[in-house]
């Protein structure tokens, strides 16, 4: 076998591992992991034989860092490929300069036929801020997702940081870049071909550190010898992938701009003392003889606009040079396929409604509503109207009997959605600081912000692909329905997507506010669900026999057993049972994989990490 495959293969061993080691505490929009410490995103497809798809972060919130990352890829997918195409290649410098991480991702998530269902996060360890660096570098080192994975090169964000900084380098400072540089080009000569290593070395590598010779009378002899042996190895890699042709070629355009930016001012200074001569009347004698001082003035300006205009020339050659190589490069994290919006489908199949089961739950209505946006804009010219696109419930009867529905309801957004509204990057436009994945919508050719927005849609889960081709209720109907269900003495469990604010102006909007039903539920008048009442008999004894305590044990374990084969379907069996705040141990039924969990993260993910079979998904 190739060591190369080998190589790989056992880089996704080890992500494997780290997933399974890890997945009790895997990130996601229900979790609220508000830590520091190292994540990796992965994508739940590993069958690329040239890429292992993931990504090593650190972060002082890793919740928040998660919302930043799929967000991102919620805004890119609902872009169509025209749109997205533009962002790249319409402009000298693409659009995502510096955000490419989520470029990359969507990239392979598309050309491997992956939903965001496949987007997943988990926390490898819990690090102290002030050491994050250090354990980042250890996962780097480890897993090498700067070649194998999305990871940018080492030496990139070290470089900035150097020459944007305003204090002075130390010896210290300037080895450790050398070092990490020098381990760069090594990877990029064994790594050339896989992951988005060719990319990274060709946007990112710095082609010249002769600025660290800024310095040179303050290095020392061991840091000279070692620039030396990394300037050495630089140049190698660039004549071996043969950069140093279009190095050549940009310092050629570059002296020619300079030459021609010379010739011009040269002749700006000439033309400009001549007509101050004129001004001041120093041959005006001669001017008004024969006319000549006029005639070579005119020479004059003509000559100084023809320079100019090569100046111009020489200006445009680079830039469209530049731009060519540019739009080289992106094509190797620009998707190979053309795709539809919404190519990684949506999220929203797992969305259940929550009981708790120490509630009296006879009699209850459960109401879940999602809406379309917060409702909060900051212009006044561009309107942003929430509407509410689903409504789910549940009924219980004094019996205990339960009836339950998802309603779609038609208004005008779930309608726009369905006829495949046109999705942009807002701030494209802006030429200074845009914000990237900043998604606004097209209708009727102006900026509209009425539609799902991705904050939304990353609470919820739904977004256009999920209401595509829905029977589409009128929330009036579905309100009337859930009232005719009830009576006075129905207690009521009401959980909307956003404020309480917000659900009244979609209340307002739908034209229903002044319903007997509604005005209740805004001002939460209905009766809410109450508390089970403990009967004297279970109230405890201090001197209750042992063996009744261990019963209860026993009872709880047991329930605790079929609470986790009811929600995975008979497919997750609990072999112990301690408590529900520490590990049980579990066994798939399917392919008697067996693995440790904490017994509420299995409650809450109640599949097998080896063959991800997700009830919840079926």
């Known amino acids: 076998m190739d060591n190369k495959v080998r190589e790989i293969d056992d880089i996704k061993y080890q992500v494997k591992q780290l997933i399974q080691d890890n997945l009790y505490r895997e990130v996601t929009p229900e979790t609220n992991l508000n830590v520091s410490g190292i994540y990796m995103i992965y994508i739940d497809n590993f069958t690329n034989e040239k890429i292992v798809p993931i990504y090593i972060g650190q972060a002082k919130n890793i919740q928040n860092r998660y919302k930043?990352?799929?967000?991102?890829?919620?805004?890119?997918?609902?872009?169509?490929?025209?749109?997205?195409?533009?962002?790249?290649?319409?402009r000298k410098a693409s659009f995502y300069d510096g955000k490419y991480k989520a470029c990359k991702i969507f990239k392979y998530m598309i050309e491997n036929n992956c939903t965001l269902h496949d987007f997943h996060m988990v926390v490898l360890e819990e690090v102290q801020e002030e050491y994050l660096d250090e354990k980042e570098h250890e996962y780097f080192q480890r897993l090498i997702p700067s070649f194998f994975g999305f990871n940018q090169l080492n030496s990139l964000l070290k470089q900035l940081s150097f020459r944007f900084s305003k204090s002075q380098m130390t010896n210290s400072?300037?080895?450790?870049?050398?070092?990490?540089?020098?381990?760069?080009?090594?990877?990029i000569k064994s790594h050339y071909e896989y992951g988005f290593t060719r990319f990274n070395f060709e946007y990112s590598l710095p082609r010249n550190i002769n600025y660290l010779l800024e310095k040179k009378e303050e290095l020392n002899n061991d840091t000279l010898i070692k620039f030396d042996e990394v300037k050495f190895n630089l140049d190698e890699l660039i004549k071996l992938y043969?950069?140093?042709?279009?190095?050549?070629?940009?310092?050629?355009?570059?002296?020619?701009?300079?030459?021609?930016?010379?010739?011009?001012?040269l002749a700006k200074v000439e033309y400009e003392e001549a007509v101050n001569r004129q001004?001041?009347?120093?041959?005006?004698?001669?001017?008004?003889?024969?006319?000549?001082?006029?005639?070579?003035?005119?020479?004059?300006q003509d000559e100084m606009n023809y320079k100019d205009k090569l100046f111009i020339k020489a200006y445009d050659l680079r830039k469209n040079y530049l731009k060519e190589m540019n739009h080289k490069r992106y094509k190797l994290i620009f998707p190979s396929l053309e795709f539809e919006s919404f190519c990684l489908k949506d999220r929203s199949n797992n969305l259940t409604i929550k009981m708790n089961e120490d509630n009296d739950l006879l009699n209850t209505c459960h109401i879940k509503i999602y809406i379309s946006n917060n409702g909060s804009s900051r212009s006044e010219f561009i309107r942003k109207d929430p509407n509410i696109i689903r409504i789910d419930y549940c009924f219980i009867d004094n019996e205990g009997k339960k009836l339950e529905k998802k309603n779609y309801i038609k208004n005008e957004t779930t309608i726009n959605c369905q006829s495949q509204m046109e999705y942009i990057e807002k701030e494209f436009m802006f030429p200074v600081k845009p914000t990237r994945f900043n998604i606004s919508c097209v209708i009727d050719n102006e900026i509209d912000n009425s539609f799902i927005s991705t904050k939304a849609e990353y609470k919820h889960g739904i977004n256009d692909y999920t209401i595509k081709g829905r029977k589409l209720n009128k929330l009036s109907a579905v309100l009337d329905e859930i009232h005719q269900l009830t009576d006075e003495e129905t207690q009521f469990s009401i959980d909307p997507s956003e404020s309480y604010n917000c659900l009244k102006v979609c209340m307002i909007n739908e034209g229903v506010q002044n319903n007997e039903f509604v005005e209740k539920l805004l001002t939460k008048k209905l009766s809410k669900i109450r508390k089970r009442k403990k009967s004297k008999a279970t109230k405890k004894v201090i001197d209750k026999p042992s063996e009744d305590k261990v019963?209860?044990?026993?009872?709880?374990?047991?329930?605790?057993?079929?609470?986790?084969?009811?929600?995975?379907d008979n497919t997750i069996e609990v072999l112990n049972y301690v408590s529900s705040r520490e590990k049980v141990t579990a066994q798939c039924m399917s392919c008697g994989y067996k693995w440790e969990i904490r017994s509420d993260h299995l409650l809450e993910r109640p599949y097998c990490p080896s063959c991800r079979k997700m009830t919840n998904n079926k």
């Open 279 to 300: 001004n001041k009347g120093m041959i005006q004698k001669l001017k008004d003889k024969i006319g000549i001082f006029d005639k070579k003035i005119k020479q004059l």
């Open 68 to 90: 930043q990352h799929f967000e991102e890829i919620i805004a890119l997918n609902r872009l169509s490929y025209d749109e997205y195409h533009k962002y790249f290649f319409s």
């Open 242 to 265: 043969k950069l140093n042709a279009e190095i050549s070629e940009i310092q050629r355009l570059n002296q020619k701009i300079d030459k021609t930016l010379v010739d011009y001012n």
């Open 173 to 187: 400072e300037i080895d450790d870049f050398l070092k990490i540089l020098l381990e760069d080009i090594k990877g």
């Open 551 to 568: 019963d209860n044990k026993v009872k709880r374990a047991e329930a605790y057993k079929q609470k986790v084969l009811k929600k995975s």
